[in-house]
Structure formats: C-alpha cells, structure tokens
C-alpha cells in the first residue's frame, strides 16, 4: 500500500538556520499539508497545498516558512532562520482530489526537528 | 474559530472493558469529523470518520449535533487498542480548497491485560 515519506526523520540544527524538511506524497494525490506537534502539545495546522500554490494557512505559517513542490513529486517545508520553538515533529500529509472533508488525509512518519 | 476538545489525556481500561472516548467540537457549520490513531512508534492514520458511519475494529462514533461530540466507543477493550486517539474535525465537503485538519489533544488509552 502506498505511503507518505519523510526525510529526515530527525534533524537537529542551530538557531538561525535554515532547514527544508521533505515529504514524499502517495503519488495520485493532489492536495498537500504541513501539520507540526511541539512535544506535549495538539497537532497543529500549518498550511494546504494544492495547484502549486497555497490554498490555507495558519497564523503560525509566518514569513519564514515556504513551501515548494519542486519537481512533481517532492513536497517540502523550508523554515529560513529557525527558532528555539520552531523545535517540534513536523507531519507531511497528502489525500486524493475530491469533496474535501470526506478524503483521507494520509500521514507521513514525521521528522522530528530540535532547534539548539 | 474551530475547535476541538479531548478532556482526557489518560484513559486507563482492563481487558473487555468497555471504552469511551470524550470528543467535544466547536464549529459554526456542519464539520466532518475524524478519528485517527496513532500506534506506538507508528505514524497517525484513519480510523473512522462520521460521513461512512462505519466500525472499524470494533469501534463506533456517532456524531450528536445537539451535543457537539463525537464520542469513540468500543464494547470490549483489547490490549492492542493502546494508542494514542485524536479527534479531529475538517470543513464541509463542498470546502474544496484545502479542508486542514483541526486535532483534539488527544487521549491515551492504556488497556491492561
């Protein structure tokens, strides 16, 4: 059965750095999200993706964040200058055209992101 | 603004105890409502949503408008039903544009043996 991956599965990285975090989506799909969860806290939205440009965002989805679908298959989330708190698991989801609430989303496995 | 809330963060049952699951929503229209779970070391994945008013591994959820929740039951707990449960909630369907998810805290359910 067709999965979600994600790469890496774990980063560490200095604050004020950049970090692209990448997803692989189920191949037949065509809407894409970014969720994080900071340890101890709710699943968070961050932003939908579908038609190559974004189709919602959360208020956390700021300035430096992006996201980019560089060659049809890839899906990725790119934090410019990382934060003490952008440290959290990062999910990639992706589900199939269709009446919105009734697809699945499916999930990556996360990365988990550690800002020193 | 949606909002979705798990009261529990613990839910502790033996064996072939009956469970439930607390799940209260906020939402200004007609919300699909999920159930994912995530399994020790794996990755959250469906487990039934209220438009197919289906069971899946012995667990049901009814939605009730009235009361704004969407409870998970299960008859007769098993001990590889520990996980970690979320509750969410999506727009409604003609939403095409994007439909996030919004998640519950989420309960951990411990079935011992």
């Known amino acids: 059965e067709p999965e979600v991956t994600q790469t890496p599965s774990h980063q560490v990285t200095q604050m004020g750095q950049e970090v692209i975090l990448r997803c692989v989506p189920i191949s037949n799909h065509l809407y894409f999200y ?37 060659d049809g298959s890839n899906f990725t989330l790119k934090i410019r200058s990382t934060k003490l708190e952008d440290s959290a698991m990062y999910f990639c989801a992706s589900r199939r055209e269709g009446s919105g609430g009734q697809e699945t989303q499916y999930f990556g496995p996360g990365t988990r992101l550690l800002v020193l | 603004a949606q909002r979705v809330t798990q009261p529990e963060k613990l839910l502790s049952v033996f064996k ?22 995530q399994y020790s070391r794996q990755r959250l994945q469906l487990l039934l949503r209220h438009i197919s008013r289906e069971s899946i591994k012995g667990f049901t959820a009814d939605l009730n408008k009235g ?21 969410a909630l999506s727009g409604p369907p003609y939403n095409n544009a994007g439909n996030m998810l919004t998640f519950g805290g989420g309960t ?3 079935v011992k043996p």
């Open chain 2, 108 to 110: 951990r359910l411990m």
């Open chain 1, 34 to 70: 970014w969720y994080r969860q900071i340890l101890g806290q709710k699943v968070e939205f961050l932003v939908s993706f579908y038609n190559n440009e974004i189709s919602e965002k959360s208020e956390i989805f700021d300035d430096q964040f992006s996201v980019e679908r560089p």
């Open chain 2, 16 to 37: 072939g105890a009956p469970v439930e699951l607390k799940c209260n929503y906020s939402y200004s229209g007609s919300p699909e409502l999920f159930w994912y779970v």
């Open chain 2, 67 to 87: 009361e704004t929740s969407f409870h998970l039951k299960k008859p007769f707990a098993q001990e590889e039903d520990s996980a970690m449960y979320y509750c």
